[in-house]
């Protein structure tokens, strides 16, 4: 398995680094390197923001990767006044687009289900969009996609929000996150969000293995910035 890692930041270049059994990726585009580590306020101007964070792992909050990810984020958004609420999708009782077509893009869905009535009023309001996700086959698990496909019930009151990406992989190969990386920058480019950064754990296949990286310090970082 190849263990090289990569530290990328949008104008700061390209760093490599040796980690203990965990590569170390965080991309910030469209920012700069100072919005996402160094200054702080940067993507919310200084004021106070409403977050939504999508989590996608159906593995427990002891186990996961990909939470603790989200957990170290978290604490340092809340630790600089912005409210923040997570939606554990996978311990949720939610369900896919029908492709029905009766929200018409404006909502309300026909399934009353928890991304409905928990979730997608949350998710309007908000101020930035956080994915939250395990790789799995290459994309977002299951509930990570089941909950965006569902944001076609409310597609123009979505558009115009910030977002980012939380994500962990067993694999460490430096094409691990490609897929999903452009499935994101596509989802960002036809919702009009604005891009506050990427957190790519790859060569994570275990908690021990993302705890000892410092994955955790980056989220935490960018929280504690945005």
């Known amino acids: 398995m190849d263990r090289r890692e990569f530290f990328k930041v949008s104008g700061a270049g390209l760093m490599t680094?040796?980690?203990?059994?965990?590569?170390?990726?965080?991309?910030?585009?469209?920012?700069?390197?100072?919005?996402?580590?160094?200054?702080a306020g940067a993507v919310s101007g200084g004021k106070k923001m409403n977050i939504v964070v999508i989590a996608g792992s159906p593995h427990n909050e002891q186990e996961s990767t990909s939470k603790y990810l989200a957990q170290q984020f978290m604490r340092g958004a809340q630790e600089a006044g912005h409210d923040v609420f997570r939606f554990n999708a996978a311990l949720e009782d939610i369900h896919g687009c029908l492709g029905c077509?009766?929200?018409?893009?404006?909502?309300?869905?026909?399934?009353?289900?928890?991304?409905?009535?928990?979730?997608?009023?949350?998710?309007?309001?908000?101020?930035?969009?956080?994915?939250?996700?395990?790789l799995y086959y290459y994309g977002?698990?299951?509930?990570?996609?089941?909950?965006?496909?569902?944001?076609?019930?409310?597609?123009?009151?979505?558009?115009?929000?910030?977002?980012?990406?939380?994500?962990?992989?067993?694999?460490?190969?430096?094409?691990?996150?490609?897929?999903?990386?452009?499935?994101?920058?596509?989802?960002?480019?036809?919702?009009?969000w604005t891009d506050a950064g990427k957190v790519l754990a790859i060569g994570c296949g275990a908690r021990s293995l993302v705890e000892q990286s410092q994955f955790g310090q980056q989220?935490?970082?960018?929280?504690?910035?945005?």
């Not at 680094?17 to 200054?39: F, I, Y």
């Not at 991304?115 to 395990?134: A, G």
């Open 17 to 39: 680094l040796l980690l203990s059994g965990c590569g170390l990726s965080a991309l910030a585009e469209g920012t700069g390197a100072s919005k996402q580590t160094g200054s």
């Open 101 to 134: 077509d009766a929200c018409h893009m404006d909502g309300p869905c026909v399934q009353q289900d928890a991304i409905e009535t928990k979730l997608i009023q949350r998710l309007v309001d908000c101020d930035m969009i956080v994915l939250n996700t395990p």
């Open 140 to 192: 977002p698990s299951a509930q990570t996609k089941m909950v965006i496909d569902r944001f076609y019930s409310r597609t123009g009151r979505l558009t115009g929000k910030k977002s980012m990406l939380m994500a962990t992989a067993y694999n460490s190969a430096d094409w691990t996150m490609d897929a999903l990386v452009t499935y994101y920058d596509t989802l960002v480019r036809y919702m009009k």
């Open 219 to 226: 989220a935490y970082s960018i929280g504690k910035n945005v």
